[in-house]
């Protein structure tokens, strides 16, 4: 098989596609919008929310060491002087002098940097530094001592709650916690739908080890993290590992390897598998004062600080990712070309679309109870407008896996016919063995094209 190559058109395509089908909008549309904010509509919320399910229960239904957390959005604001935001969030921000366009001057090529020209070939300003952070303040009455952050990452909840943990429940080392929230970073170049924004989800989990079993942690977290990108249906020849050189390492980590996906505008990140030592809780010791060492009874009652292993993935990029590569114009026919979402069973916003070949006859009234049995175990749509190919083709569109039609047949002998998304086959079942068939199918499913 081919490499497969970027297709900046599909882009366009998808931004299309969400804004039709109901996945996505531009936040406050009636107004202009608002550049960078986007909200998730019926179906991408319903995909959003599936995808961090997903993430959740392969984390800590799947690890039996692995617990949750949901810590504020607002924290304590000496929590960024120790994490290091205040001190090294700052990026170089570049200008193009003749249409204003800003840059990360990290983001610009070699080339750029050096003849200090924009990518439109325009002199670029001084770099000038630029907090990511969002400041607020808190209470009535607006002084410095009332400032707090918006958290540019979900991790600094975890590690500040690290010995809460400890106490209140029974994990022992080597042990996560997983949390998932909103994140939020003044972000200079905001681009590519919701790739990069301003406010955006984060889920991360940290993990916590023997310093001496820092390496195999991390080497074992980094297959765990590829697996659940192969679990999620993600066609493996669409990522790849990037790993940070020694210039490249954020101000905490030891190693770090990136997860990179390829976007219709290229390689770029889905998430970090980093080694952050015991930067974390050091630090938050010193700032804080508390001890956060961990007496561990396994080890002859040795004292230590942990060593974190973090995974940390975009929830929003994850769900870019999904649309990215479920993606597909297929030609099926003649002058056909249909537009199919092949989005794996378990993250589709409608599982079963459930159709009576006519309205009359009685036949609308049976398609309706067989959705409404459905309904218990699937998220399902009915509809009975239309040509039926018609309606196969707009569940296509939003990536609905598979369709039952009631026909004539159905009254006589109780089988309907089920429809596959991928293949477009069709089979004979009885109504009796919809729920259970889907249920194997959605079990064994493997894309096509994978
Ligand atoms: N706690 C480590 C951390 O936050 P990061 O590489 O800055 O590491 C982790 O962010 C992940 O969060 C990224 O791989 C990406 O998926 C997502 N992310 C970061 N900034 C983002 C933004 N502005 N918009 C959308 N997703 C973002």
Known sequence: MSDPVADPKVMDSIVSLCKRRGFIFQS????????????????????????????????????ENIVGLDAAIMMHPKVWEASGHVENFDDLLVEDTVTNDRFRFDHLSEEQRNTMT???????????????MFKTSMGAVEDSSTVVFLRPETAQGIYVNFKNVVQSTRVRI??????????FRNEIVTKNFIFRTCEFEQMEMQYFVHPSEDEQWFEYWRNERMEYYRKLGIRMNRLRWKEHGPDELAHYAKAAFDIEF??????????????????DLSRHSEFSGKDLTYLDDSRDNERYLPYIVETSAGLTRNVLMVLA?????????ENDVRTVLRFHPDIAPIQVGV?????????????????????????????????????YRRQDEIGTPYCVTIDY???????????????????RIPVSEIASRIREESRKYRRVDS
């Open 325 to 333: 590569d479920a993606y597909e114009e297929e030609e099926v026919g």
């Open 28 to 63: 406050s549309d009636i107004y202009g919008g608002l550049s960078s904010a986007w909200d998730y509509g019926p179906l991408g919320s319903e995909l959003k929310n599936r995808i961090q399910r997903f993430w959740w229960r392969e984390m800590t239904q799947l690890h």
């Open 355 to 391: 159709f009576p070949l006519v309205k009359k006859d009685g036949l609308a009234e049976l398609a309706r109870k067989i959705e409404r049995e459905l309904r218990e175990d699937y998220s399902t749509f009915y509809d009975q407008g239309g040509a039926i190919g018609r309606r």
């Open 118 to 132: 924009s990518p439109a070939g325009n002199p670029l300003s001084a770099p000038r530094k630029f907090n990511l």
């Open 174 to 183: 080597p042990f996560g916690i997983a949390q998932v929230g909103k994140a």
């Open 262 to 279: 390829l976007f219709p505008f290229g390689w770029s990140e889905l998430e970090g598998v980093h080694n952050r030592t015991d930067f």
């Open 409 to 427: 047949e159905t009254k006589e002998n109780d089988t309907v016919t089920l429809r596959f998304r991928d293949s477009m086959d069709q089979v």
